[in-house]
């Protein structure tokens, strides 16, 4: 076993940021690492900081929740305000929201205590999360909410659309969206997904954000599957052509 003292570095958006081994790491409107000037977001939102040789993640705010994953997307975890954890996987990929906009940052770790197996089954057809079962428009709708995202890519922030918007780039009505967005909230909520169904006095209110943030880290959608909203433009492109040459 290495005796080496394990370093950790945050990345967001191409800059990297280091934990002190001795210190902590604010992250925040005015944390060590500054996010940008969003009112909505804390001033200072997360810490991070090794106790007893392990890396802890601490949620100092008051309102916000945040989702992790390892970098396969096989565990998830959702910190909720005055909570923390250890990071404990060599890479650990971080999602918050604040107001409309979204951000991921990745945790690498040295001398990481576990490493994930990335021994994962891809299958074709419907989407898979767990035990539930998503239809190919169910799935196109988490796409779409998660574009922005998806398109900056690279540890960045992106901004999750008004679900009138999403309705008007797929070509649905609002009611449709709506009824779509019910339907992937209650089967993920089943399946144990805090966050997206009002439940007690814990009102779901951005389930919108919290689903895009689960998608992400369970790799529900992924950069890859823009190529469908990409064919769905290049479709009405070719429809509208086709209706001014007629």
Not at 114 to 129: K, L
Not at 157 to 167: D, L
Request: aromatic share 6%; net charge negative; glycine share 8%.
């Amino acid at each position: 076993m290495s005796t080496e003292r394990s370093s950790a570095v945050v990345d967001f958006s191409g800059e990297e940021f280091p934990v002190p081994p001795d210190g902590k790491l604010t992250i925040g409107r005015d944390g060590d690492l500054a996010i940008d000037d969003n009112p909505y977001l804390h001033r200072r939102f997360l810490e991070l900081a090794f106790h007893n040789e392990m890396l802890w993640l601490s949620n100092v705010g008051t309102s916000t929740a945040v989702t992790l994953s390892d970098s396969d997307g096989l565990l998830q975890s959702w910190l909720s305000p005055g909570a923390r954890l250890p990071i404990v996987f060599p890479k650990t990929l971080i999602w918050f929201t604040a107001g409309p906009t979204t951000y991921e940052l990745e945790v690498a770790l040295s001398q990481a205590p576990f490493v994930p197996s990335s021994d994962v089954d891809p299958s074709g057809g419907d989407t898979t999360s767990g035990r539930v079962t998503f239809t190919p428009e169910q799935r196109l709708m988490v796409i779409a909410l998660a574009e922005d995202i998806l398109r900056h890519g690279n540890r960045r922030s992106g901004a999750i659309p008004a679900s009138a918007a999403v309705a008007e780039r797929l070509g649905w009505t609002t009611t449709k969206l709506n009824r779509k967005l019910d339907n992937v909230c209650e089967k993920l909520s089943r399946l144990g997904v805090r966050g997206l169904v009002t439940q007690g006095d814990q009102a779901a209110n951005n389930r919108r954000a919290r689903l895009v943030e689960y998608a992400l880290a369970s790799r529900l959608v992924t950069s890859a599957d823009l190529q469908w909203l990409d064919a769905l433009d290049a479709e009405r492109a070719l429809r509208s052509a086709q209706e001014s040459a007629g």
